[in-house]
């Protein structure tokens, strides 16, 4: 299990590598929710988007071969990685699937990074990435399922238990759950933790339906950031320990999410980044009357011709 003296040390590890993005308090009247809301901004991240976080842990915990760092990702963590290998000097080399956004290539390309389209899905993009570990040298970076990154993503909890004390549920979305592990693994039920996935991208969910990690279908809006085919084993254990439940909701409410953000207060987040807010907008997840409720705004890196067309 990671505890809070982890994540601690990975905030003091990661200070002055990554920003302390900001908290907003936004009035109930935007989203027509039952309270104020507090907006956790982390897609004004480095990269667009919390991964930094994770990456930068990683790289700082470790000594990095000659051949440099490799990662598997829908493209989030591969522009992350590929970002803190640049700022530290480093090779990356980064695999992603044929469903990667062209905009999230283009921006792992431009921190300087070796990219590879590889395979359908992330779980194809993975295998090729380790493949190649193996024959080079490189060692990897795990998108989610190793300690370093969970405690990395778990700082961003950390971060706003300093700027909003009084939080009483945090929502967050889930993809093979990196965050989700790391924010719940900092408050350990302090604040209740609710996670949120596509209808078409469920692995935490299933996970926890069966009691352990499973293999699901991927598709949808959001499939190439929360598209990971299972959740990881220390993910899970994490959030079975410490995650009250998963809410579900279906591509229309994530649409609707990336409107109202776009619509309300300017804020251009990518289809992952709106799905905690969806379950909120859905009426997927009820607050309680008086429930001070965090919605963690995780990813930018959205294709601007996608955006205006929900507009």
Avoid at 65 to 76: E, I, Q, R, T
Avoid at 115 to 124: F, I, K, N, S
Avoid at 190 to 199: D, L, S
Wanted: glycine share 12%; hydrophobic share 50%.
């Amino acid at each position: 299990m990671i505890g809070t003296d982890d994540i601690e040390s990975a905030y003091a590890r990661i200070a002055g590598r990554v920003r302390r993005t900001p908290v907003m308090d936004v009035e109930a009247a935007a989203f027509a929710t039952p309270g104020p809301l507090s907006l956790k901004l982390e897609l004004f991240q480095h990269a667009g988007s919390f991964k930094a976080r994770g990456a930068f842990n990683n790289l700082l915990s470790c000594d990095v071969p000659a051949a440099g760092v490799a990662a598997a990702s829908g493209g989030n963590h591969g522009a992350a990685v590929a970002y803190a290998a640049q700022a530290l000097g480093l090779p990356a080399h980064i695999f992603v699937p044929e469903i990667s956004s062209p905009v999230k290539i283009e921006r792992i390309r431009g921190f300087g990074a070796d990219v590879l389209v590889e395979g359908a899905a992330y779980a194809d993009a993975l295998e090729r990435c380790e493949t190649f570990m193996a024959k080079s040298g490189a060692i990897g970076i795990h998108a989610y399922d190793a300690a370093a990154t969970i405690a990395g993503q778990g700082t961003t909890a950390l971060e706003w238990q300093q700027q909003d004390a009084n939080l009483d549920t945090v929502l967050v979305a889930v993809g093979g759950g990196g965050l989700i592990s790391g924010v719940a693994a900092w408050y350990q039920g302090r604040v209740k933790v609710v996670g949120v996935e596509p209808e078409t991208s469920c692995a935490l969910h299933a996970a926890l339906d069966a009691g352990a990690p499973v293999d699901v279908t991927v598709a949808g809006l959001a499939a190439d950031s929360l598209g990971a085919r299972s959740v990881g084993d220390l993910n899970f254990e994490i959030c079975k320990a410490h995650v009250d439940h998963v809410a579900l909701v279906p591509d229309s409410a994530i649409a609707e999410a990336q409107r109202g953000l776009w619509d309300r207060l300017r804020i251009a987040s990518e289809p992952g980044g709106a799905t905690a807010l969806a379950a909120l907008m859905s009426g997927a997840y009820r607050p309680e009357p008086g429930e001070r409720v965090g919605v963690l705004v995780c990813g930018g890196n959205v294709d601007l011709s996608k955006l205006a067309a929900l507009a």
